[in-house]
């Protein structure tokens, strides 16, 4: 490994193909066994076994970006409720609430996320958000006006992906997820493509699972 750092670091032939990451690597080395979405290296979660954390992935702006909605937390920890990690249903609503509160509440404001874990388990932490906000900017302001902000700017940069050629296939996770089974449940990715839809915008919101 430090020898193809250093190739990297030479700007050798490889450590070019290298330097790009490991989707632009895989492209150029004939490899389609690569877990991205959007060319964003997956990181710390297997979507297989924690299914909401993988709606985020497929369906983030950013690409495979855990923080931009943090299922981890409810799938995992029982953090703000609680969702069976290895099933689909209840995944895409879960995600698609949480990517919203986190660009409004978190993001847009320079909070750190880690604060999400106070503030699903103490409404009073949660409401002291926009009420930071509104003494900045001198207005009144809601949790829910705070979640609506995120999905303006959720909106804003699926348009800048619209605009820059991304389609629905972009809004996926890598082929091998749905086929290839992971110990010890032998979980396999399998919520439908519809409801990513629906997360992303490409269709109306219906009823999400």
């Not at 490899?31 to 710390?44: D, E, L, R, Y």
Request: aromatic content about 6%.
């Amino acid at each position: 490994m430090i020898e193809l750092f250093e190739e990297i670091r030479a700007n050798s032939e490889l450590g070019r193909k290298l330097g790009n990451g490991c989707g632009q690597a895989a492209r150029e080395l004939g490899v389609t066994h690569v877990p991205t979405v959007k060319n964003q290296g997956m990181p710390a979660y297997d979507p297989r076994a924690i299914k909401g954390i993988g709606v985020t992935y497929a369906t983030s702006t950013m690409g495979a970006d855990h923080t931009s909605g943090y299922a981890v937390a409810t799938n995992v920890l029982g953090v703000g409720g609680s969702v069976d990690p290895l099933k689909a249903e209840g995944q895409c609503i879960l995600s698609k609430g949480l990517q919203e509160a986190t660009a409004g509440l978190f993001d847009s404001t320079g909070l750190c996320v880690f604060l999400a874990f106070a503030c699903l388990d103490q409404p009073q932490s949660l409401a002291s958000i926009p009420e930071m906000i509104g003494a900045l900017y001198g207005r009144e302001m809601s949790v829910a006006d705070g979640v609506a902000l995120g999905a303006q700017v959720l909106e804003t940069e699926r348009d800048f992906n619209k605009q820059a050629g991304f389609t629905e296939k972009d809004d996926r996770l890598p082929e091998f997820f749905s086929k290839e089974t992971l110990p010890p449940h032998e979980a396999l990715w399998d919520v439908p493509d519809d409801e990513l839809n629906q997360v992303c915008g490409w269709s109306p919101v219906t009823e999400l699972g």
